[in-house]
């Protein structure tokens, strides 16, 4: 990278992340003004868009080619008082806290207490979140039966096709004008609420032409006192490009970029939505910018890769918005899950990867930033360089690119409904979540606690944790005669916690619908616009609500211990399990040495156990898809869980799988750390056991050393073990390529690492079972290795 | 009556025992007894029981724990396992290695099981010392379709005192399945001192030139695991602690036999 990208990469790593009031005061200036009262919500909302882009700082850093922040600095980071009020309280919490801080200083605080809070306390979305749901609801909220991903962020959880690539703000705004003149005022009760829809997107559409607008003319003043002969034609450049997108379709590589990157930063200052937003297929948009640029001479591949560099800063800029109490549990990064897909197929099935695929891999491993996330879509078709190329970069031990099943993809998503173009034009975002680009709202509603649900099962309903009642009575577990009969209750333990979730998400659903419409973004997503809906009211073609099920080894290993030891074995009886976690194991080593040591466990292709995680991935699967939700859509699975299987674990006590009151259940479909004890082929073979394909993403992690990845060898054996696990439909798969710190922790805590393999010398073996002195020469090696 | 066997490990992912991901099957018992043995628990033949002395972290007192070695296994469980991962041999062009140990020394039960894999269409690779009688290897030459195949040492004297045996059985089984249509790798286990010697590698060479059959060798650069594991078994140090081969070392290793147009590897 040359010297003016190392600057800013620079600036942007050691940039702080603070809060800035700046959004929140400009909001707050709006509906205090009146003017939001005298038009529809819709309306006023758009308005309230624009006066943020019409007042907002415009910040430009200096030899900056892409311009534009969210906030008035990099990591300045807006808050969204119209969703979530944050309390001093929170604001305290958020300065001083150890991990995902924002600093906060006394102006800001000041400002919270004195204009914000007075104004926006009681009709946050927040507040009124809250003040509609039920005890019930509550209750299970408050236990950690689930969580509630739209208390305080925005329904996002979308990304854009290619539609800015063809088409200028002025083309939306020519859409929406039919739209409107086709509204059937006769025949349509609807009509009406439609034209305020479309009305609050033709205000957003001219907002965001209006904000370039204010960056050329920021760029043209600049220009004029520049007195560096070549920034200042740069600059120029710059104030062109902003004068012509995104009124206009972009016609060069950077255009393009610049376009993309305000539309971004329009997304994510009308809402702070989940999973930011992203350009999706970035290898498949950018393609005929790139080689028509380098035919006509006015792009080098060298200036590309600027050009991308200085994009990919951009995204580091902007940390995820400040989240507080349970949300910051279940997410606890800094990480706002935009995730660059490359590879995959095009729209009629053929390999999509080419030269600006390889280009962008280069530019991700040379990089090395936090955001954007990255992943390379691997489908039967993709040569073995490609994947290559991508196993390549993981060795390195960035944890990127991620790897997914462009086949398992086409396929989780036709068999929702899509039609196979919609598919094979998506992808992956956020951490695994399938979807139709541009064309789907496909909505993460909030992480759920299998192993709770079990662990109030065997208390006849009740939480033991509070000892409050917050289940059905299904029965004292002392006198199940079978397994099914316990099985039996926590299958309808868990269809009632599905419900009241299910019955929450629709009351949360029209909130959003009804008083957050987002017309900017609905600009963006097929068909808000030909339906004159909003994307938070189902205007997108495809309307996907998501249940996440977190801890399925753990959930998987305890069933399984209770089968094994109680009913089939009888090496204790229920009572006396049931004693065991309720004193979490204290004075019972030797049993809960049996349950961890002497018992089948899943993630070793051992039937016994995984016939089991076949019956509860199939139970709630039944509990939740093909539900409708409020917007068209229906409910669906998926099987991840960012960082909510700390927080779910804290939440619950020992289990019979020998896990410690308090301790993190599993993550993902990832089996319990330390519980795989075969090799990898045996995880990916049990991983597989599940159906995939009737899922909206499912996360399996992997540990290894590098030493298992330094010879062209081992990265083609790696691409095998690849390729049979998508060919099994696996969705996707993640290699964490550990660190020496990581050893030195196994080495204190076996237990825990009992799955890590590590390569020795000429062969691989578990690094636990090593001795202390070899433990020590792997550390080392390991050190030198990620020089 | 299908024959049983004695086993000590059943690997997975195995991918450093020949072509694509491979499982291994570890075979209890070896006729050699090699100074530096990197698995002492193939040794014997039969299941033994050790004890395990290992000191928790942090801890004073040292926790002894008895662990059996090896499992008697019918051909059916060993292969219930080699067949979990039939998806990964066909997508790699792996197979299974049955190693040890020395395979041959329980030569009716390899017999079946390589007969098994390929009434299974899968790729078997033998990794042997040699050791054994001309007669066993030409009962199972018509189902193996690799042999990994180990060379020590040139100097039969030395074999003698390092191994516990003559290398002239050794050599003469690799003469006589060199005659026949085999794929052959030769594995030299690089010894610091004692077979990574100059001589000993020109040796090695001139004899495989001499036969002129192998073209691929895989250079195993010294294992300090097997220190470890043989404290663990309690087994007598009879060499002196050495550290495995610099880069540099195993460069130079690798060229000689590259010169002479042999296709190498380093590390399995």
């Not at chain 1, 700046?22 to 009146?34: C, K, P, V």
């Not at chain 1, 987002?518 to 994307?535: E, K, N, Q, T, V």
């Amino acid at each position: 990278m040359n010297e003016r990208i190392q600057r800013l990469r620079q600036q942007s790593l050691e940039a702080h992340p603070c809060l800035s009031l700046e959004r929140a005061r400009l909001l707050t200036e709006f509906y205090r003004s009146g003017k939001a009262e005298r038009v529809s919500i819709p309306v006023a909302r758009a308005r309230a868009f624009a006066y943020l882009l019409e007042h907002k700082k415009i910040c430009i850093n200096a030899g900056e080619l892409i311009v534009g922040e969210r906030g008035p600095a990099p990591k300045a980071t807006p808050t969204y008082p119209e969703i979530c009020t944050h309390t001093l309280d929170d604001f305290q919490i958020l300065d001083s806290r150890e991990k995902i801080s924002f600093t906060v200083d006394e102006q800001t605080r000041n400002m919270q207490r004195d204009i914000i809070i007075p104004f926006w306390s009681g009709r946050s979305l927040r507040d009124r979140i809250f003040a509609e749901v039920d005890a019930e609801w509550r209750a299970a909220y408050e236990a950690g039966v689930f969580t509630e991903f739209q208390e305080q962020r925005a329904p996002g959880h979308t990304v854009l096709d290619d539609k800015i690539y063809h088409k200028g703000f002025l083309d939306f705004i020519d859409e929406i004008n039919v739209s409107i003149r086709k509204l059937d005022f006769y025949g349509d009760d609807q009509a009406p609420a439609k034209r305020q829809q479309l009305q609050a997107m033709i205000v957003a559409a001219f907002a965001l032409i209006n904000y370039a607008g204010r960056f050329a003319r920021r760029l043209t003043e600049l220009a004029a006192g520049e007195k560096d002969a070549t920034r200042k034609t740069e600059l120029l450049q710059m104030a062109a490009i902003c004068a012509q997108i995104p009124a206009y379709a972009p016609e060069t590589f950077w255009e393009a970029l610049q376009y993309y990157w305000f539309v971004h930063l329009g997304v994510i200052t009308e809402l702070n939505t989940w999973d930011s937003f992203n350009p999706g297929r970035l290898d498949q948009h950018l393609l005929p910018f790139y080689r028509r640029g380098l035919a006509d001479g006015t792009l080098t591949e060298e200036r590309t890769r600027e050009l991308l560099q200085a994009f990919w800063i951009k995204f580091n800029n902007q940390p995820a918005p400040p989240k507080v109490g349970v949300t910051a549990q279940e997410s606890n990064t800094y990480t706002d899950f935009c995730l660059i897909n490359l590879g995959g197929v095009d729209e009629h099935g053929a390999d999509a990867a080419n030269e600006l695929t390889y280009l962008l891999l280069d530019v991700i491993e040379e990089m090395r930033l936090l955001q954007p996330s990255s992943m390379v879509q691997i489908s039967k078709k993709s040569p073995d360089r490609l994947l290559h190329r991508a196993l390549n970069i993981i060795r390195t031990g960035y944890g990127q690119p991620s790897l997914f099943n462009t086949d398992a993809i086409i396929q989780e998503l036709v068999r929702q409904g899509k039609s196979i173009t919609d598919a094979r034009n998506g992808g992956a975002s956020g951490c695994v979540e399938t979807g139709a680009f541009g064309k789907e709202s496909y909505i993460l509603t909030g992480y759920f606690n299998l192993t709770k649900v079990l662990e109030i099962t065997l208390h006849n309903g009740v939480d033991p944790r509070t000892g409050k009642k917050i289940g059905l009575e299904t029965g004292n577990p002392v006198e199940f005669q079978m397994f099914d009969d316990l099985y039996a209750a926590f299958e309808r333990q868990l269809r009632h916690f599905i419900d009241i979730k299910i019955k929450g998400n629709r009351i949360i659903e029209r909130l959003w619908a009804e008083y957050l419409p987002a017309p900017f973004l609905s600009l963006l997503i097929d068909d808000c616009i030909a339906h004159g809906r909003d994307y938070n009211d189902g205007g997108a073609r495809y309307n996907t609500s998501y249940i996440q099920g977190v801890g399925l080894g753990s959930i998987t290993d305890s069933l399984t211990a209770i089968k094994y030891h109680v009913f089939d074995r009888r090496n204790l009886t229920m009572a006396e399990l049931l004693e065991t976690l309720d004193t979490d194991f204290k004075g019972f080593d030797k049993s809960r040495q049996m349950f961890v040591e002497e018992t089948p466990k899943y993630g070793n292709d051992d039937d016994y156990p995984d016939e089991i995680l076949r019956r509860v991935f199939e139970s709630f699967f039944k509990a939740v898809d093909g539900r409708p939700n409020t917007k068209g859509g229906h409910f669906r699975i998926n099987l991840l869980p960012t960082t909510s299987h700390v927080y779910f674990g804290s939440v619950v006590g020992a289990m019979p799988d020998g896990r410690h009151a308090g301790q993190p259940l599993s993550e993902g479909i990832s089996p319990v750390q330390g519980a795989d004890r075969r090799g990898p082929t045996a995880v990916l073979k049990s991983a597989a056991k599940i159906d995939h394909l009737r899922t909206g993403g499912t996360l399996l992690n992997q540990k290894f050393t590098p030493q298992i990845l330094d010879s062209r060898d081992g990265i083609e054996k790696l691409g095998h073990l690849v390729r049979a696990y998508f060919k099994m439909d696996g969705h996707h798969i993640q290699f964490n390529v550990v660190t020496a710190e990581t050893l030195r922790k196994a080495q204190q805590h076996p237990a825990q690492y009992r799955d890590l393999i590590v390569r020795v010398a000429g062969y691989s073996d578990y690094f636990v079972d090593l001795g202390a002195d070899l433990q020590n020469e792997i550390i080392r090696r390991t050190e030198q290795g990620l020089e | 009556m299908p024959p049983t066997g004695t086993i000590f490990d059943i690997k997975k992912y195995a991918i450093h025992d020949g072509p694509g991901i491979r499982t291994t099957v570890f075979f209890k018992g070896c006729p050699l007894d090699c100074w530096w043995c990197h698995n002492p628990e193939s040794r014997h033949t039969g299941v033994e029981r050790i004890e395990v002395r290992s000191r928790i972290h942090g801890a004073d007192r040292e926790i002894v724990k008895e662990e059996i070695i090896g499992r008697e296994v019918t051909i059916k469980e060993v292969m219930t396992e080699v067949l979990k991962d039939v998806i990964f041999y066909d997508q790699s062009g792996g197979g299974v290695t049955f190693s040890g140990g020395e395979p041959l020394h329980q030569i009716d039960f390899l017999t079946a099981l390589l007969q098994a894999c390929k009434d299974h269409h899968i790729h078997t690779a033998v990794d042997t010392s040699g050791c054994a009688p001309p007669e066993d290897f030409a009962r199972i030459n018509g189902l193996v379709d690799l042999y990994l195949y180990d060379l020590k040492l040139m100097d039969e004297q030395i074999h003698v005192k390092l191994t516990g045996a003559s290398n002239q059985l050794i050599l003469e089984n690799l003469s006589i399945l060199a005659q026949h249509d085999l794929d052959i790798q030769v594995r030299v286990p690089l010894i610091p001192g004692i077979t990574d010697t100059e001589e000993n590698l020109d040796a090695i060479l001139a004899y495989l030139d001499r036969l002129n059959k192998v073209n691929e060798v895989c250079l195993l650069p010294y294992n300090v695991l097997g220190e470890n594991k043989r404290r663990k078994f309690n087994l007598p140090q009879r060499l002196e602690p050495r550290q495995t081969q610099s880069k540099d070392m195993l460069e130079v290793c690798a060229g000689r036999f590259r010169a002479r147009g042999y296709l190498v590897h380093v590390g399995g």
